[in-house]
């Protein structure tokens, strides 16, 4: 598939009720410190380079953050502290992004979201899950020539991960690789390539404010890669 047209498609996607009226809302409400700038308001597709060797799999777009910019985890916490780790790593052109037309540019990694859609606290639900699942699958089949590692940020991109690679005939270890920080499992595509799979805790405040992610422990994963 094009990577463009595949963004196009998932960026009018309305599959799950719940989520649309959410993202719809969110963007009608908005939050005041934005309220002078336009909201995305739908499906947020991959950022990044088609062709990039590292992919990172996140949880879903944040309200006021990815949902607002229409570009994966910027204009949140959560983005400062990857776009930090990534720009420190060399996989991003700046240490941090606002909005959508700063100029931020990934090198050499792509981010997407297993759920496209922002949820109500950040909490997708089971069907919510499998109903966007597709969109990864196409995802992972553009990056797949390309990748060398894919990160993932918490259980559920892990989980939507090993989900998307062994629908895609890869081969997963047994029993399957569980998620943690700094967790490792080797995958292998269809075609016999080698692919790292990588976890690290997610970026949220959740994690990051309490230190249960320190930015040592980012960095450690992002030069792992
Ligand atoms: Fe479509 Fe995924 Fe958004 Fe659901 S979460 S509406 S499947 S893009």
Redesign the pocket.
Known sequence: ADPDELAAR?SV????ER??AWREQVATQKRAAFADQPYWGR?VPALGPADAPVLVVGLAPAAHGANRTGRNFTGDRSGDWLYAALHRGGFATQAGSTHAGDGLELVGARIVAP???APPQNKPTTA?KA??AP?LDRDLAISEPHLRSIMCLGSIGWDATVAAVRHAGWQVPRPKPRFGHGARATLVTPTGRQVDLVGCYHVSQQNTFTGRLTEAMLDEVVASL
């Open positions: 998932i996607c309305r599959a799950c989520l649309v499906p759920v496209r859609c919510e109903t966007c969109w």
